[in-house]
């Protein structure tokens, strides 16, 4: 299973992450890159990545914030406490 898989069916799914998202008012999205899309090639060149998965927050008016490729739980809500 690749990782991007792994996240989707633990840590992403994980009840405490999704409510820790609402929380915030974070809106996900996913990219499907299973095809290669350019406009999806060009936004992970835009954060220095070449390849997927890739977690990045948005905030307005600060810089996107990188997550690694298997964030934790912690990871994570270490990542919210600072919006």
Do not use: F, H
Not at 56 to 78: H, K, W
């Amino acid at each position: 299973m690749c990782d991007c898989q792994y996240n989707k069916k633990t840590v992403l799914a994980d009840p405490a992450v999704l409510a820790a998202l609402d929380s915030k008012g974070v809106v996900t999205l996913r990219a499907d890159w299973t095809r290669r899309d350019e406009t999806i090639t060009r936004a992970l060149n835009a954060l220095g990545r070449n390849g997927v998965p890739v977690y990045a927050l948005y905030v307005t008016g600060r810089p996107v914030q990188l997550l690694s490729e298997l964030p934790s739980r912690a990871e994570i809500e270490d990542a919210l406490s600072r919006l």
